[in-house]
């Protein structure tokens, strides 16, 4: 969501005349758009305000805004531990950062604006995407639910949900700029369309958007197991394009944890629905969270989760110690787990999960797999010489590409590759060989077209362009501005 979000704000600068800085340059302008939910978030974003503060004491005239979750919470404590900030916004108001640079500048002091509602929904904001091939589109925002270790629902707010016409109509433009590939937003998918009075909307939603010419992939991110209904599995299996995968967060296999978690399921729903899954869609890579250590975590209650990863048989685990949030109930909860107990549990979930995705990873090996390829997935490709990419059920894949192929240029971010893997890991798959196709698509000709763009202006030394991760590269072929989508535009997929 934040990654969506700092689009949207690079979106909104650029549209307001701002350029990306040349790399190495000193910002006239530096955003920080805040994330609450890891640990330590403060502390990385004030070490990076103290960080930037003899920048700013040489160059008055430049900027800090702090936008997102924890400016959201924190508020004006910002400007008291860094009083050098010259805007602080909420999650709410993202489309007030240019005005409020603005009137720091004009005023000469410091503007604090938190709005505590939604005022206009993010997705009508013009967005610099950070990919051709793929674009996240939110379909609601905030989060009804109340887990207790959750600090979304208080800085976000209650779920709003976008009309699915809107939802449909801005896929439908993303796809006729190149894209191939969505990814549904939402802190929970599965309750999506109950505030509009259509609680089946989301099945109904994957299987419109399979009726979009040209769209290859859907994913979504995350459904809720308890809101998690058959009519969406039944949706992802029959619906072509959206992709063999599910990242589901299970938290904890622990029943007594999940109710102290005040996650509304059982670990026997949570392994039905993976159950279901797997009868419909044979194929799908099923992902998840874990938090270990919870408040009152007892060794059973933890056996229980290993239980549930074993019977899972996830390809992949994000897995947490458990921190509290200031501000949610369970940071008030009684039987905080001995720190050396969390860090050897979690050691222990690590190295069983790791040997799971391994297992599934090796099971993989022999088989011709559909790579979507991507720039920047593969950190060692410059080194290595590999292509890195997608697999339709999301694993990461990395290529050594022999024959005609391999010359560099003719397979491009955005294309669409097929290969045998050679080889699984814990956490990616190699598939070194002979390709045994290659399409040219849509996505890679606008990255070819914007490479191009971005070596003329580098040439004559205008704006560089910035990459996914935020940092400057020429001519690396980033999308131009989008516009928002203020309007329900009726298409096709739409009716
Ligand atoms: S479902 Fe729970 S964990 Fe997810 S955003 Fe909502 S409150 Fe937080």
């Known amino acids: 969501m934040n990654v969506h979000d700092s689009e949207r704000l690079a979106g909104l600068l650029e549209s307001a005349g701002y350029v990306p800085a040349a790399q190495g340059a000193d910002a006239d302008v530096v955003v920080f758009n805040t994330c609450a939910v890891r640990e330590n978030a403060d502390n ?17 005239g430049m900027q800090i805004a702090v936008g997102g979750c924890l400016a959201q919470k924190d508020r004006s404590v910002i400007l008291d531990r860094a009083p050098w900030v010259d805007v602080v916004f909420g999650t709410h108001n993202l489309h ?15 503007q604090v604006e938190i709005a505590e509602a939604l005022e206009v929904f993010p997705s009508s904001l013009p967005a610099r995407r950070a990919s051709h091939h793929s674009a996240w589109v939110s379909i609601s925002v905030g989060c009804d639910n109340t887990c207790t270790f959750c600090i979304v629902p208080s800085l976000r707010g209650g779920e709003r949900d976008r009309r699915p016409g809107d939802v449909l109509a801005e896929v439908e433009a993303l796809v ?15 309750s999506y369309g109950r505030s509009l009075g259509d609680p089946g909307a989301f099945a109904r939603l ?24 058959d009519d969406v599995i039944e949706a992802m299996a029959q619906t072509p394009n959206v992709c063999p995968q599910l990242h589901m967060p299970l938290q904890s296999g622990s029943d ?15 392994l039905g629905i993976v159950e279901r899954v797997r009868e419909a869609i044979p194929h799908a890579a099923i992902t998840t969270d874990i938090i270990v250590g919870f408040p009152g975590e007892t060794e059973e209650d933890f ?46 979930l690590a190295s069983l999960q790791d040997e799971m995705s391994w297992a599934e990873n090796r099971a993989q090996v022999g088989r011709r797999v559909e790579i979507l390829v991507s720039e920047g997935e593969g950190r060692k490709d410059s080194e290595t010489g590999r292509l890195s990419g997608r697999a339709r059920d999301g694993r990461l894949v990395h290529l ?34 002979p390709l045994h196709s290659h399409r040219r698509t849509t996505a890679g000709d606008a990255w070819e077209a914007a490479r191009s763009r971005g070596s003329e202006a580098g040439s004559e030394a205008g704006p560089e362009v910035l990459s996914p991760a935020g940092s400057v590269s020429p001519g690396s072929g980033q999308p131009a501005v989008s516009l928002g989508m203020p309007t329900l535009r009726t298409g096709p997929a739409a009716r």
């Not at 007030?96 to 004009?106: D, I, N, S, Y």
């Not at 994957?206 to 809101?227: K, M, Q, W, Y």
Request: proline share 7%; glycine share 8%.
């Open 176 to 190: 006729a700029e190149g894209a191939l590939e969505i990814t549904l937003l939402g802190q929970n998918v599965n």
């Open 400 to 433: 050594l590409v022999t024959g005609p192929h391999a010359q560099d240029g003719v397979v491009r971010p955005g294309d669409v590759i097929e290969a045998v893997v050679t080889r699984g890991a814990p956490h990616h798959l190699t598939a070194d060989g």
């Open 206 to 229: 994957l299987r419109a958007c399979g009726n979009i010419e040209g769209l290859e992939r859907v994913r979504f991110t995350s459904p809720h197991p308890r809101d998690f209904t």
């Open 303 to 348: 056996a229980d989760t290993l239980d549930v990863v074993r019977a899972a048989r996830f390809a992949g685990a994000f897995t947490f110690k458990y921190s509290p949030r200031p501000g949610t109930p369970a940071a008030e909860m009684d039987g905080a787990v001995d720190p050396a107990v969390v860090s050897e549990r979690y050691e222990r």
């Open 256 to 270: 007594a944890v999940l109710r102290r978690m005040r996650r509304s399921y059982r670990r026997e729903r949570f």
């Open 44 to 60: 990385r974003l004030y070490g990076n305000l103290g960080h930037l503060y003899p920048t700013k004491k040489n160059n008055p």
């Open 96 to 110: 007030r950062l240019p005005v409020l640079l603005e009137r720091a500048r004009h005023n000469a002091a410091a």
